[in-house]
C-alpha cells in the first residue's frame, strides 16, 4: 500500500464519511509537557474510525457483488461501519458479533443497519465469530468485507491521519495509534512513510492482546493463546498479513498499555474533558506516559472510538482503582471469638481507610475463620502504613496481588 492509494480513499470518502474534530486537549498537554491533539473519531455518526474502511471497501464493489450482500465479523465497531455503509449503498448484511460484544454495541448495529442488516450474537470471541462470517460468505457467495486484514479497508482507514495532517497544517512530531489488528497503524505509516516520513509513529495495544507485539516478536502473524476481552475494540488473537507487512516494513514502535491504566485514562477524559471513550478510544493517550517525548513537541492522539456501555463504567473504575494502588484485597483468617472484627477495624485500618467488600470465604474449623476483604485507601501513599499494621498485627492477614487470578476475577 501507498500513500496515493490513502489519497484515492480520501477522495471517495467525500461526502460519505465526515470529517471529525481536531482538538487541542490542555489536561494532557499539561501533563506531559507537549502540545497534544486529539483527533476525534468518536464523534463519527459510528462513533469510531471503522466507518472509513469499510465505507471504502464497500464503495469498489461491484454491481452483481452488492446484489449479492456481505457479510462481516466484528467486535463492534467494524460491524457498526459496515451497517452504517450498507445502509448508505443499500446492501445487505450479515453481521457476526461475539458474544462478548458490548449490549450498547449490539444495539447501535442495529440502529445503523435497518432492515438490511442481521445480526447474528454467536461465539466466545471475535476468532470464533470470524471463523462463523467466513463459512457463511464460503455458502452463500455473500462478500467478506475483513476487519482490517485488507488493503482497501487499511487505505480506507488511514485517511484519518491524513485528514488529521491537514487540519493541523503541517505534520506533528509524533502520531499515537490504537492498535487491534492493526489497520489503523497499517494506514497511517503507508501514508505518512511517504508523506512526512520524519514523524515518530507510536502504535499502541492492549497489554492482555498485544499480538501485533507478539508478532514483531515472531517475524510473523501468531495467534495468542489467552485474550483478555475487556478492550474489546483491540482484543484481537492474530494481526493480518496485510497489516503486519506493512507495520514491520516501516519498523514502528508498539507499546502495550495495561488495562488498568486505560481505564483510568477513560475517567480523566470522562471527567476532566467531557470526553465518552470506549477502552480502545482511550489506548493511545493512556500510553504518552510510557513515552520518551520531547518537550514541546507536537503529538496527535487517535481517539478511535466512543461506543462505550455505561453498564460497565463499575469495573472500569475498580480496574482503575487497581491500578491506581487505591484498591487492595486481602485474606483475613479471623479469630472465632467476639471482639476480633473490631481489632482489625481499631489497629489494622487507617482513619480514611474504607471497607468496600468484606465476605467469609469458609470456616476451616471452629477456631478461626477466613474473609475476602476489599479496602479502598485515599492516596496510594497509605498503603505503606497499612501493611506496616498487617504485619504487626495478630491476626494472619495476606494481601493478593493485583496480578493473581482472584483479583483479576474480583475486577
Not at 457463511?136 to 488493503?151: Q, S
Not at 477495624?345 to 467488600?357: A, C, E, F, K, N
Request: hydrophobic content about 45%; overall charge negative.
Amino acid at each position: 500500500m501507498t500513500a496515493a492509494d490513502v489519497d484515492a480513499a480520501a477522495a471517495v470518502l467525500v461526502g460519505t464519511v465526515p470529517t471529525t474534530p481536531l482538538e487541542d486537549n490542555a489536561r494532557l498537554t499539561r501533563r506531559h509537557g507537549c502540545r497534544v491533539l486529539l483527533k476525534r473519531e468518536d464523534l463519527q455518526p459510528v462513533r469510531s474510525y471503522k466507518s472509513r474502511g469499510a465505507s471504502h471497501f464497500l464503495a469498489r464493489l461491484t454491481a452483481e457483488e452488492r446484489e449479492r450482500g456481505v457479510v462481516c465479523a466484528s467486535a463492534g465497531n467494524h460491524a457498526q461501519g459496515v451497517a452504517f455503509a450498507c445502509a448508505a449503498l443499500g446492501v445487505s448484511a450479515r453481521i457476526y458479533l461475539p458474544r462478548t460484544t458490548p449490549r450498547q454495541k449490539r444495539l447501535r448495529v442495529a440502529e445503523l443497519g435497518g432492515d438490511g442488516v442481521e445480526v447474528v450474537v454467536q461465539g466466545d470471541s471475535f476468532d470464533d465469530a470470524a471463523q462463523l462470517a467466513g463459512e457463511h460468505a464460503a455458502e452463500t457467495g455473500r462478500v467478506l468485507v475483513p476487519p482490517f486484514d485488507h488493503p482497501a479497508t487499511v487505505a480506507g482507514q488511514g485517511t484519518a491521519i491524513r485528514e488529521a495532517v491537514d487540519q493541523l497544517g503541517a505534520a506533528p512530531d509524533v502520531v499515537v495509534v490504537p492498535v487491534g489488528g492493526g489497520g489503523l497503524l497499517a494506514g497511517t505509516v503507508a501514508w505518512l512513510g511517504e508523506r512526512h516520513p520524519g514523524v515518530r509513529v507510536v502504535g499502541v495495544e492492549p497489554a492482555g492482546a498485544a499480538s501485533m507485539t507478539a508478532a514483531l516478536a515472531a517475524g510473523g502473524p501468531v495467534t495468542l493463546e489467552q485474550v483478555d476481552p475487556f478492550v474489546d475494540g483491540a482484543a484481537v488473537r492474530r494481526v493480518g498479513e496485510v497489516t503486519f507487512a506493512q507495520v514491520r516494513a516501516a519498523g514502528v514502535e508498539v507499546v502495550p498499555v495495561d488495562e488498568g491504566a486505560v481505564c483510568t485514562e477513560m475517567l480523566e477524559l470522562y471527567q476532566s474533558d467531557g470526553v465518552v471513550a470506549e477502552p480502545a478510544g482511550a489506548l493511545a493517550t493512556a500510553a504518552l506516559h510510557q513515552l520518551d517525548l520531547e518537550p514541546g513537541a507536537t503529538v496527535l492522539c487517535v481517539l478511535s472510538g466512543g461506543n462505550n456501555d455505561v453498564s460497565r463504567y463499575a469495573e472500569i473504575v475498580e480496574r482503575s482503582l487497581v491500578h491506581t494502588g487505591l484498591k487492595h484485597y486481602f485474606l483475613v483468617d479471623f479469630p472465632q471469638e467476639p471482639g476480633a472484627l473490631r481489632a482489625f477495624l481499631d489497629d489494622v485500618l487507617g482513619p480514611d481507610d474504607d471497607i468496600t467488600l468484606f465476605e467469609y470465604v469458609k470456616r476451616n474449623n471452629r477456631e478461626t475463620g477466613p474473609a475476602l476483604v476489599g479496602l479502598e485507601l485515599s492516596t496510594a501513599d497509605d498503603l505503606a502504613p497499612l501493611l506496616a499494621r498487617i504485619e504487626a498485627s495478630p491476626a494472619h492477614i495476606e494481601r493478593l496481588p493485583p496480578d493473581s487470578p482472584l483479583t483479576r476475577y474480583l475486577t
